[in-house]
């Protein structure tokens, strides 16, 4: 599953509370394109009652949200910032996240940066680093495990909310 260092990992339980609890993600770097996997998981989060705001200068619109050009142009509250942007970018988008009030840094697959994730965490943002959103909450509650996945989860607790 993650290649994250163990200080950094985030075990199953910490994972379904976030994505249990934390409704609103603000995804950086959302694209338009239906094929980029950053549309693709918005779309995902918002078909599973997540409120998504795009934050991509380049566009007015994504997914019929309005887009922002920065976390610091959303008039919203967001629980979560989800980094689909490189890894060299990530303590300047951790920085604004805090400044924010955000709840949750949330970097995606193959994005590491440890720097950004202490600062996070020293400021009292959650931190979830090289993992997806959308395929967190299908393994953990879209019920993958029914279709015959291996979802490397292993627990006599079933979640208390399964998504529909």
């Not at 260092?5 to 994505?19: A, H, K, S, V, Y």
């Amino acid at each position: 599953m993650s290649a994250v260092d163990p200080e950094f990992d985030t075990d199953i339980p910490t994972l379904r509370r976030i994505l249990s609890d934390y409704r609103t993600v603000a995804i950086v770097g959302l694209s338009r394109n239906w094929h980029r996997p950053s549309n693709f998981a918005a779309k995902y989060l918002q078909d599973h009652g997540y409120r998504v705001i795009p934050v991509n200068p380049m566009y007015d619109q994504v997914l019929g949200e309005t887009c922002y050009p920065d976390l610091s142009a959303v008039p919203d509250t967001i629980d979560v910032v989800d980094c689909f942007r490189a890894a060299e970018e990530i303590p300047a988008l951790a920085a604004q996240a805090i400044a924010i009030g955000a709840k949750v840094l949330w970097t995606q697959l193959e994005i590491v940066n440890y720097d950004a994730a202490r600062a996070a965490r020293s400021a009292g943002l959650e931190v979830v680093m090289d993992r997806c959103m959308k395929i967190e909450h299908a393994r953990l509650f879209g019920g993958l495990n029914f279709v015959g996945v291996n979802t490397k989860v292993i627990s006599s607790k079933r979640p208390k909310n399964i998504a529909s």
